[in-house]
Nanobody
Framework: QVQLVESGGGLVQAGGSLRLSCAAS????????MGWFRQVPGLEREFVAA????????YYKDSVKGRFTASRDSAKNTMFLQINSLKPEDTAVYYC??????????????????WGQGTQVTVSS
């Protein structure tokens, strides 16, 4: 079992920045892909970024490239999502997720086995 806890969300003005954290416990993350997703009420959960824990390689939804940066601190079993130049359309609950896999990355929420509780990001215009 992997337990995930997100933090760092909040209310921010458009153009601002936030750094989300996802702390993992219960297992080492060797051979895991860690993902960031977001969800707006009434819409499906969507992929925004992922990091292959072993390789450190990162993957992004096209529309967030250049503004979102995923990173990890392996010693602390923690993943981060730096979000810059926030836009009102970034408003959502952000979730981190984990899956043990031989693949480089997974994009579908259904591929992930473990989820955090989510952290709200609200961007005011």
């Amino acid at each position: 079992q992997v337990q995930l806890v997100e933090s760092g969300g909040g209310l921010v003005q458009a153009g601002g920045s936030l750094r989300l954290s996802c702390a993992a416990s219960g297992r080492t993350l060797f051979s895991y892909v860690m993902g960031w997703f977001r969800q707006v009420p009434g819409l499906e959960r969507e992929f925004v970024a992922a990091i292959n824990w072993n390789a450190g390689s990162t993957y992004y939804k096209d529309s967030v490239k250049g503004r979102f940066t995923a990173s990890r601190d392996s010693a602390k079993n923690t993943m981060f999502l730096q979000i810059n130049s926030l836009k009102p359309e970034d408003t959502a609950v952000y979730y981190c997720a984990a899956v043990k896999t031989a693949a480089s990355v997974h994009y579908r929420p259904s591929d992930y086995d473990y989820w955090g509780q989510g952290t709200q990001v609200t961007v005011s215009s």
